[in-house]
């Protein structure tokens, strides 16, 4: 049977699997009915021209893991940030891990999706919040809605400062031969309210795992979000994210997306502004090789005036590797003053790598400033034999120039240790012993 | 020190240099003159392993092996250091974790261990002092919106922390105004010593009245056509290029 019948088959008993009332399961039914419709994108639509999930598909994924699934804290610690405190929300094979999680209910929720899902106490903040800024047409983003269930939930209320970055990983044990999972979360963050958030998928061995991921973010007045993904995943895993942010006046959100491994990613990140002076940040770092591929789309919609959106996309590909960038600005009438800035660079370090790049913007108020700027290119020659006359080994001098070529995205990382860990397996990924100091 | 025999060299199949022989012993300072386009920055790139030249004939001797088929790293890691004349900038790398990994690279490739945090800051101190650099100047992005003359004393401040054995500066006094000029000769005259030797290649006379060569070298054409002594760029000051061409 293929995924997408698999899928909507499954999808009664899965209903009464969960225990929820009839708003979400009219929501679910009329997002499956949008799957159903819809089915997978394919290259045939204009946002998925470069990106096939025909070989991913193919995969015989299991739906709901057999079993809980358990592992033990000594295999999976690298993977968390080191030496720091942190709030833990972590899901093994898609479901809750108490062992390894560390939530809270204290001054701020950092819990489950589950929870808040079905528990009467959170149905106020589900009903103004869930599926509110996430795409309804969209045929992925639907299809985790009409499975909604598991992930992460967080709301910070209003002014406070949550001091410990939240880590939310996902694993996979690979104890099934193939797994699909559909995490869902949603982050609330209230007014002058600040957070940290860091986002991990992660496999422990080489079954294929498939991950349609949506995440909501709601930014109210003033409130500032700093947003890390770390993607450094098997060669097996295959991720899509969707990630959807709903911005009020004057917050500023950040999202940083750090893409190494995995064989098929799409980050799909929307921002949506909701008020003046508002701030948004995408940056991203792509490093891969080999046979992966990593495709980024990006939307920012300015919809009010005097707001700033600030992207920076560096893309290192090797071996076959094949890496997209779409970054679309839409600028609405209303929204005058708009400055509005895209920057992509890409160095290809192989002539069988391919980097798709296309800048996106339409615009329709009169009074802003918009520019994007695009490069391809290879390696720096003349730096390279400057940095080999100072003794610096080529290998050494290549993989400290690639860090230098994506320091301006490093550089705004405010979590000390995870900026440690991004260059670690940076030096990892180009297979150098580097500190990186800098 | 350096022999250098019979060096050809060629880019894209145009022959740059044609048979050059030079000698250069420790203690000693070389300045090599000539016109623009004699090939005096290709002998430099060359001496240094610039994989863009290709040698067609001849050989770098230094100490007594031949180093024209060593990579422009294990050449650094012998000894050679080249002052550019045009230093790469590098945005994301700070001046001081460049030059740390720089030396801590040679001494890996030497067998030594890394240098000690507390003694690399101290060497650190002592030669952008003695370059008289500011502090801000170490933890900015490598040459990155330098002047030319920040460009030039970094190049100095870095052969002052790499204590090469073989300096080639080429040409390090364009883009220095006269008190920079002074502060880089200055360096570079009290990096001089017994076991060291320095090659100095200049378009003008002007550096040469600060680091005094012991030899002279006029290279035209891609060949040394004259040698003498420190007169000699005196003699090539006040009457040019032209009358050397027979």
Redesign the interface.
């Known amino acids: 049977m293929e995924l997408k019948e698999k899928l909507i088959s499954s999808f009664m008993a899965f209903e009464e699997k969960v225990d929820v009332g009839t708003e979400l399961h009219d929501l679910r039914t009329s997002a499956l009915k949008n799957f159903e419709t819809k089915g997978f994108p394919t290259k045939k639509e204009e946002a998925w021209k470069y990106t096939s999930l025909n070989a991913v598909l193919k995969n015989d994924f299991s739906l709901f893991p057999k079993k809980e699934n358990n592992i033990e804290v000594s295999d999976v610690k690298k993977y968390f940030l080191n030496d720091l405190d942190t709030y833990k929300v972590i899901f093994i094979d898609g479901v809750f891990s108490t062992f390894l999680s560390s939530t809270t209910h204290d001054g701020l929720d950092v819990c489950l999706m589950s929870s808040a899902l079905t528990k009467p106490k959170y149905k106020m903040i589900i009903d103004t919040y869930f599926n509110q800024v996430a795409s309804k047409e969209e045929s992925l983003t639907s299809l985790n809605t009409a499975f909604a269930y598991e992930g992460a939930y967080i709301n910070i209320p209003k002014s406070k400062v949550v001091e410990k970055p939240i880590e939310i990983i996902y694993f996979s044990t690979g104890k099934e031969d193939a797994l699909m999972v559909q995490p869902r979360n949603l982050v609330i963050v209230g007014e002058n309210a600040h957070v940290q958030i860091v986002e991990r998928h992660q496999s422990l061995n080489e079954n294929p795992v498939l991950t349609n991921s949506v995440t909501e973010i709601f930014a109210q007045k003033r409130a500032i979000v700093d947003y890390y993904k770390v993607q450094n995943d098997e060669q097996t895993a295959n991720l899509i994210d969707n990630t959807y942010i709903s911005q009020k006046q004057e917050s500023r959100v950040s999202v940083h997306t750090f893409s190494f491994g995995g064989n098929l990613t799409r980050n799909n990140l929307n921002f949506y502004h909701h008020g003046e002076r508002i701030d948004s940040t995408l940056k991203g770092i792509t490093i891969i090789g080999d046979k992966q591929h990593v495709d980024h789309y990006t939307l920012v919609n300015h919809e009010q005036p005097n707001c700033e959106s600030h992207q920076n996309y560096k893309t290192i590909l090797d071996g076959q590797s094949t890496g997209v960038f779409n970054g679309k600005i839409y600028v609405e009438k209303e929204a005058q003053k708009t400055d509005a800035f895209q920057q992509n660079n890409n160095i290809l370090l192989s002539d069988k790598a391919t980097i798709n790049a296309k800048p996106q913007l339409e615009i329709f108020a009169d009074d802003v400033k918009c520019s994007h700027g695009c490069t391809i290119g290879q390696l720096?020659?003349?730096?390279m034999?400057?940095?080999?006359?100072?003794?610096?080994?080529?290998k050494?001098?290549k993989a400290?120039?690639m860090?230098?070529?994506?320091?301006?995205v490093t550089?705004s990382i405010k979590i000390p240790e995870l900026k440690a860990k991004i260059a670690k397996i940076i030096a990892t990924k180009l297979k150098v012993n580097?500190g990186?100091?800098? | 020190m350096l022999t250098i025999k019979n060096l050809h060299a060629s880019v894209e199949d145009k022959e740059i240099l044609r048979g050059i022989n030079l000698e250069v012993k420790a203690g000693e300072v070389h300045a090599i003159m000539g016109p623009n386009g004699a090939g005096k920055s290709t002998l430099s790139s060359i001496i240094a392993g610039n994989e863009t030249y290709e040698v067609t004939d001849g050989e770098i001797i230094l100490d007594g092996e031949d180093i024209s088929e060593l990579a422009p790293e294990e050449r650094a890691h012998k000894g050679v250091f080249l002052s550019f004349q045009y230093p790469v900038e590098i945005p994301g790398v700070s001046v001081t974790n460049f030059i740390k990994t720089a030396i801590n690279e040679s001494r890996k490739a030497n067998g030594q261990e890394e240098m000690p945090a507390n003694e690399m800051l101290k060497l650190i101190r002592e030669k952008s002092e003695l370059l008289e650099m500011d502090r801000k100047f170490l933890s900015r992005s490598l040459n990155e919106g330098f002047s030319g003359g920040e460009k030039k004393r970094n190049e100095i401040f870095q052969m002052a922390m790499l204590n090469p054995k073989l300096a080639i500066l080429d040409e390090t006094d364009s883009g220095l105004d006269i008190d920079a000029l002074r502060i880089v000769a200055n360096g570079v005259n009290k990096l001089k010593s017994k076991d060291n030797a320095v090659v100095v290649i200049t378009h003008y006379q002007r550096l040469l009245d600060y680091i005094v060569p012991d030899f002279v070298h006029v290279l035209m054409d891609g060949k040394i056509i004259k040698s003498g002594g420190a007169d000699l760029a005196l003699e090539l000051e006040e009457k040019g290029y032209d009358w050397l061409k027979s």
């Open positions: 720096d020659e003349n730096a034999f400057y940095m080999q006359q100072r003794g610096i080994p080529k050494e001098a400290l120039l860090y230098a070529f994506t320091s301006e550089s580097m990186f100091d800098l």
